[in-house]
Structure formats: structure tokens, C-alpha cells
Nanobody
């Protein structure tokens, strides 16, 4: 049973930073591409970032480029999302997701497994 557990969310002021972690179990982590998605109240769940199996091919949605960095540590079966220069519009529940492909997908339906989410709230 694949399990993904996010952590690191919380309340931060605009301009601050958070690092989210997603610990995976029940899978051979290095064979899965990973994604981070977020969902604000009343909004669709949208991709934030993705990363290939090896970590060599990252993807970022335009609104977070230059501010967020996705990375992975296959030895620890963990994917990270470093979030800097946070804005109130970044407020959302953040989810990690996994799929057994080389490249990360950009859509919710591309992924097989999901974590429970972690709340990120950015105050102005």
C-alpha cells in the first residue's frame, strides 16, 4: 500500500519561507515521478511542481518559478518543496503525489497515489 505523508506546512507571513516534505512508503521510490499540487477553497487542485524519477527534470508552474524548488532524496524516499518569498495567494492545502513513470505529470488525473495534504497559510 503506497503511503505519502506530507509535513512542514503552517502559518507564515508574506515573504517568508517554508519547506514541505513528503515521505513515501510502500513503493520503490526511485521508480516514481513525484508532484506537488495545491488546492485553495473553491479552487481546482492544480500542479505546483513535479520532478522526474532521477530528480534531473523538474517542472514548475509559472506562478512559482524562481520562488519554489522541488527536490528529492531517493535514499530517504522523500520529496521536498522549498517555498521562498511566499505570497498570500500561495495559501492552500498542498498535496504530494506519485506515479510510476519517468516524468512527472501536470494533471491530477496523471497520478495514482496521493498524500493527505498539509495546510500552508500565508498572511499579508
Amino acid at each position: 500500500q503506497v503511503q505519502l505523508v506530507e509535513s512542514g506546512g503552517g502559518l507564515v507571513q508574506a515573504g517568508g519561507s517554508l519547506r514541505l516534505s513528503c515521505a513515501a512508503s510502500g513503493l520503490t521510490f526511485s521508480t516514481y515521478s513525484m508532484g506537488w499540487f495545491r488546492q485553495a477553497p473553491g479552487k481546482e487542485r492544480d500542479v505546483v511542481a513535479g520532478i522526474s524519477r532521477s530528480g534531473r527534470v523538474p517542472y514548475y508552474t509559472d506562478s512559482v518559478k524562481g520562488r519554489f524548488t522541488i527536490s528529492r532524496d531517493n535514499a530517504k524516499s522523500t520529496v521536498y518543496l522549498q517555498m521562498n518569498s511566499l505570497k498570500p495567494e500561495d495559501t492552500a492545502v498542498y498535496y504530494c503525489a506519485a506515479r510510476p513513470t519517468i516524468l512527472a505529470g501536470l494533471e491530477v488525473e496523471d497520478y495514482d497515489s496521493w498524500g493527505q495534504g498539509t495546510q500552508v497559510t500565508v498572511s499579508s
